[in-house]
């Protein structure tokens, strides 16, 4: 989902502020049945049972300034100035028991792993969160309609640049 507010604060100059956010999220069931074949071969030979879920949150703000104006008949200029943050968190766990009741297929229904039964459940997950920061501006000059004078420049830090090389331009 997106929003944005925008404000002109006179003829020819606007600010803009857009707040926007992707959220996601995921869950995943794998049951491999002890009375099937699979869960024969499966580890200890009863089935299994995987359970997986995510989630990522995507946080963004956008800030420009905007001016546009003619000059004449002649001069025509567009120039935006605007920084922008960017926020991102993802985790993940997961899981796979083994030795599955038939008449439970669900997670109580695992049994419970011991060195002596081979039940020995297999336990992952993850954790990341990054951000970027950006500074920007371009400007256009068109002269007579006819000739265009263009330049931009953006600069970028990010968590995901090297330590000693958080910013580029």
């Known amino acids: 989902g997106n929003a944005y507010a925008e404000y002109e604060i006179f003829t020819g100059l606007t600010l803009k502020s857009l707040v926007g956010i992707d959220y996601r999220a995921r869950t995943f069931d794998r049951l491999i049945s002890p009375?099937?074949?699979?869960?024969?071969?499966?580890?200890?030979?009863?089935?299994?049972?995987?359970?997986?879920?995510?989630?990522?949150?995507?946080?963004?703000?956008?800030?420009?300034?905007?001016?546009?104006?003619?000059?004449?008949?002649?001069?025509?200029?567009?120039?935006v100035l605007g920084n922008e943050t960017l926020t991102e968190k993802f985790k993940s766990t997961t899981y796979?028991?083994?030795?599955?009741?038939?008449?439970?297929?669900?997670?109580?229904?695992?049994?419970?792993?011991?060195?002596?039964?081979?039940?020995?459940?297999?336990?992952?997950?993850?954790?990341?969160?990054?951000?970027?920061l950006s500074y920007f501006g371009n400007g256009t000059y068109t002269l007579d309609g006819r000739y265009n004078f263009s330049a931009g420049l953006r600069r970028d830090g990010s968590s995901k640049f090297g330590a000693n090389n958080r910013w580029a331009t």
């Open 35 to 79: 009375l099937s074949s699979a869960g024969a071969g499966s580890t200890g030979g009863q089935g299994s049972l995987n359970q997986a879920s995510n989630r990522r949150v995507k946080l963004i703000n956008t800030n420009t300034a905007n001016f546009v104006r003619s000059f004449g008949d002649r001069h025509y200029v567009n120039f």
């Open 96 to 132: 796979t028991g083994y030795g599955i009741d038939p008449k439970r297929p669900v997670a109580a229904g695992i049994t419970q792993g011991t060195t002596s039964n081979g039940f020995i459940p297999v336990v992952g997950g993850s954790q990341t969160q990054n951000a970027l």
